[in-house]
């Protein structure tokens, strides 16, 4: 007995509901035919209780819909300063009603070098103008140290608003904002793309990759017109200011830069 109640133990454990039905079953006197339909009436049974749910939530047929009207906005705009107006009335990222202001590009509309942040701090978002801040002071003499002016260059950020209290962007945020940056790319058209941090590195180029991995080599970056233009990831200047060992490594970077921009 004890064996036996053992056993039942162990089934009501595993799940077993029932140990026998009313009457015996043998699967050898049931034909086939029989058993497919009963197969399909389960089948039927079971889809009239499956509760169905929309393939994808409001929410992101919210950012779906955002990212396109970006693109259109993109699509339109012919010069610099048409994206910037469009830019500033676009209302499909939630970002823009928490920053005072839309930080634009700022430089050489011509430039050869395009510098990439991730997005705009309290001083950006303060002046409306990217990388003014200590971290804008610290690129300045970056570039200078390898001869290179900041007024030459053409500075941009993966978003145009500050995220509240400086915290990371939402892949949402990124996505909708993506489409900006890209076409301030290509209607400034420069010979290399100088890339600041891991966030913005992986937003631009696609991919997870840390920025020890990325940084000091040359990835191509090609726009949507067909355009193949080199980037060079390297630590953002935020990083180095608190991390001053690392100086050292963008230096090297920063060397890799003006030896391309030599080449080409």
Known sequence: MEDIKAVLDWYVLAGVEETCADEPYNALNISADEAIAKSVSMSKSEEQNVVLRPAITDLSQINTAACRYAQDICDKAQTLDDLRAMMESFDGCSLRFSANSTVFGYGNSRAEVLIVGEAPGADEDRLGEPFVGRSGQL????????????????????????????????????????????????????KIIFILGRSAANALLGNAESISSLRGRFIDYTCSNGTIIPTLSSFHPAYLLRTCSQKSKSWADLLR????????
């Open 139 to 190: 690129l300045s003499k970056m570039l200078s140290a390898i001869g290179i002016k900041r007024e030459d260059c053409y500075i941009a950020n993966i978003l145009p608003w500050r995220p509240p209290g400086n915290r990371t962007p939402t892949s949402d945020e990124v996505a909708v904002c993506l489409p900006f940056l890209k076409k301030q790319i290509e209607l400034v058209n420069p």
């Open 257 to 264: 830069l003006k030896r391309k921009l030599a080449e080409m």
